[in-house]
């Protein structure tokens, strides 16, 4: 985990660094954004936001606890953390929705599914890959048709 520095910003100054952040990864076109962003974060700082995103992702598809654990290998605590924030701010919920509606990361979890559905759907846990599988199932015959 990363370390935070005991000395706090005052919060007009973390205000006006946050929105330059903001900005600056606004502004630039995709491989600059791709470079500041390596700048900034190291590789285990990315790897954490992009399950915590994940996990947000994987809960409003509906998936459990188990599921999320084993394939995105987050603690229960910190999904746990992720599903409160997400019912206790309906912004944050829409916000997730939205991503959903992406069509890159809406690919991305039919990938993900894909791979685990080939895993098998045995044990605790189940039944949401095996919907999942339905699902990728009808819409695979949909294309064909």
Do not use: C
Not at 24 to 39: A, P, Q, Y
Not at 80 to 87: D, F, H, T
Not at 114 to 139: A, C, H, P, Q
Request: charged share 30%.
């Amino acid at each position: 985990m990363s370390q935070i520095s005991h000395w706090k910003l005052r919060p007009e100054i973390w205000q006006q660094v946050f929105e330059s952040l903001i900005d600056s990864l606004n502004k630039v076109g995709k491989n600059r954004r791709d470079l500041l962003i390596s700048f900034l974060l190291t590789p285990t700082e990315k790897v954490m936001i992009a399950k915590r995103m994940a996990a947000a992702l994987l809960l409003e598809k509906g998936a459990s606890y188990q599921d999320i654990y084993q394939s995105v290998h987050l603690s229960p605590s910190t999904i746990a953390s992720i599903k409160n924030r997400l019912e206790e701010n309906e912004k944050y919920r829409q916000l997730v929705k939205g991503l959903l509606s992406i069509r890159r990361i809406d690919d991305f979890f039919s990938k993900l599914a894909r791979e685990f559905v080939k895993l098998g759907t045995y044990g605790k846990g189940n039944k949401f890959w095996r919907e999942i599988k339905r699902d990728l199932d009808r819409e695979a015959r949909s294309k064909i048709l």
